[in-house]
Structures are given as C-alpha cells and as structure tokens.
C-alpha cells in the first residue's frame, strides 16, 4: 500500500537552530517525492521535489531508497520558515500528479 | 495569471443539507484534482479529472459525494446529503498534462471550509 508518514505532527526549535522534518514512504515501486508547504494564510505550494535536487529557501531533502526517506532540512532555522510541512509521493508510472501526503508537521521557529 | 480559485471559502449547513464547492483551475491546466483534510488528519485525495473526464474517482468516499467538469473548466464538488462526518477542508489543484514539460507541480487552490453541523 502506497503510505506517507511524517512522525512529527510539531516540531518547535529556535531560531539559527538545524531543522530535520522526518518522512517516510512506503510505496513498492519508483515513486516521486515531493514536499509543499503552507505558510499562514497561503495557498498550500510546492517547495521542492526529489528529481530536482536543488536547494529552495535552504532547504534539502535527500531521497534514500533505502531507508524508504525522504527527511526535510535546512540547517539554520528562520522565523519565517514557521509552517505547515507535507511530504509528498506520486506513483512514477502514474502517468499523473495524483499525490498522496502524509499528515503534515508543523515547524514553529521561535526567535 | 490567476491561479486555483474556490468558491465558498467556508460554508456552514446542518446535517442533511447540500453544499455545492467550485473550483476554477488555472487557465490551459487539463488536471484538476480534488483533496480533502478531515482536522488533525492528512490531505487525502477524492479524484482526478481530465479534461471533463473522471481519470481516477478512488478516493470519493461514498455516493453522498458528485464531481463534475463540464466542458472540462470548472469543477463542482456537491455533498447531499451532507454528514458531520464530511467537515473539513476541501481542496481543489490542477497541473498541466503531464506528458509535456511537467515538474509534477500541483497549484492549489485557498480551500474551501465546510461546517457541517
């Protein structure tokens, strides 16, 4: 069964503190890993995916089929990176963008 | 360019009563999707439409709930009748056709907040 779990449903840090928002899959085949996020009083938006492999707003996740995950991180925490976080796969064979998400961690940064 | 629009952005009806959502993709998208975030709980995928055709309806979760896309613009998301059950966040997203330059982006829409009580 195709499943995303984010173990995390808050995660609380300060300020210039590392961020590490854990997600794992379970899926038998290739899937695509995406993570979208939603600030306060937004639309939920995609910040980045896995075939990618780039950095957005300093943040980076590494797909490792191993482990079957797909974590979040950035390395200095900013207030503004406070939201709501949704890992996300898509069957590769899918042929379509049909997502499923985990349940979402919230990141709050404090100053 | 606009993107996702959804109307309402919340409604309030009693158990029993029919709510209709809308969405508008964005202009050109031919994928429109509907998601569903019942509180506390993940987003969950409802269906996919093509065009005006339902590619994938796996997620509805019983016949209380109809979908359409006619023309293949906007869609409508009628709940009747509508359960407790059924509050939460409705959630509209389009994507281009995936067979052209696609990054598997979704755009979403705002939601829609339904209150059934």
């Known amino acids: 069964a195709q499943r995303v779990t984010q173990p995390e449903k808050l995660l609380s840090v300060f300020k210039g503190a590392p961020v590490e928002l854990k997600c794992n899959y379970s899926y038998s085949g290739s899937p695509e890993l995406f993570w979208y996020v939603q600030y306060s009083r937004q639309r939920l938006q995609l910040l980045l995916r896995h075939i990618s492999r780039e950095s957005i707003k300093g943040f980076t996740a590494d797909l490792n089929k191993g482990e079957t995950s797909f974590h979040l991180k950035k390395p200095f925490a900013q207030e503004e990176d406070s939201a709501m976080y949704y890992c996300?796969?898509?069957?590769?064979?899918?042929?379509?963008?049909?997502?499923?998400f985990g349940a979402g961690t919230r990141l709050a940064v404090h100053p | 360019e606009a993107g996702v629009t959804q109307f309402p952005s919340h409604s309030v009806i009693e158990k029993g009563q029919t709510v209709t959502l809308r969405c508008d993709p964005i202009?050109?998208?031919?994928?429109l999707y509907w998601y569903r975030r019942v509180m506390g709980k993940e987003i969950k995928f409802l269906l996919h439409?093509?065009?005006?055709?339902?590619?994938?309806e796996s997620g509805m979760p019983n016949n209380r709930f109809l979908a359409e896309r006619t023309g293949g613009t906007y869609s409508t998301l009628k709940v009747q009748p509508a359960e407790l059950e059924d509050s939460g966040v409705y959630f509209c997203a389009s994507s281009q056709d995936r067979g052209r330059t696609n990054t598997g982006e979704l755009f979403f829409g705002e939601g829609s907040r339904l209150t059934v009580l």
């Open positions: 996300a796969l898509t069957p590769f064979s899918g042929g379509y963008n049909k997502l499923i």
């Open positions: 202009s050109g998208h031919d994928n």
């Open positions: 439409f093509v065009k005006e055709s339902k590619q994938d």
